[in-house]
């Protein structure tokens, strides 16, 4: 069974930052892309960032462009999301997924086959 397991929310002002993990048990990340979305009450869930199996591509949402940073360690069978100059309309629950394939490109939810129970990142003005 492959669970995922994401950490590191909070509580942060504006212009802040936040470090999400992901922490997945169960089988290797190591062959799969993974990625990052994000869900507020009433919206559509929102691809934030993606990484292919090696780590040598990544991709990003409009949202998260030049601000946020996605990495991953294969050993430790981790991804992160490193969030810099956080605004309120980052305010969301965000859930780490693990892809069906090593790639999952910007693409959306139907992409990805398992995804964590997601934290809460709320950011204040």
């Known amino acids: 069974q492959v669970q995922l397991v994401e950490s590191g929310g909070g509580l942060v002002q504006a212009g802040g930052s936040l470090r999400l993990s992901c922490a997945v048990s169960?089988?290797?990340?190591?062959?799969?892309?993974m990625g990052w979305f994000r869900q507020v009450p009433g919206k559509e869930r929102e691809f934030v960032a993606s990484?292919?199996?090696?780590?040598?591509?990544?991709y990003y949402g409009d949202s998260g462009k030049g601000r946020f940073t996605i990495s991953r360690d294969n050993p430790k069978n981790t991804v992160y999301l490193q969030m810099n100059s956080l605004k309120p309309d980052d305010t969301a629950v965000y859930y780490c997924?693990?892809?069906?394939?090593?790639?999952?490109?910007?693409?959306?939810?139907?992409?990805?086959?398992?995804w964590g129970q997601g934290t809460q990142v709320t950011v204040s003005s």
């Open positions: 169960g089988r290797p990340i190591s062959v799969y892309g």
């Open positions: 990484i292919s199996w090696t780590g040598g591509r990544t």
């Open positions: 997924a693990r892809g069906r394939t090593g790639d999952s490109g910007d693409g959306g939810a139907e992409r990805y086959e398992y």
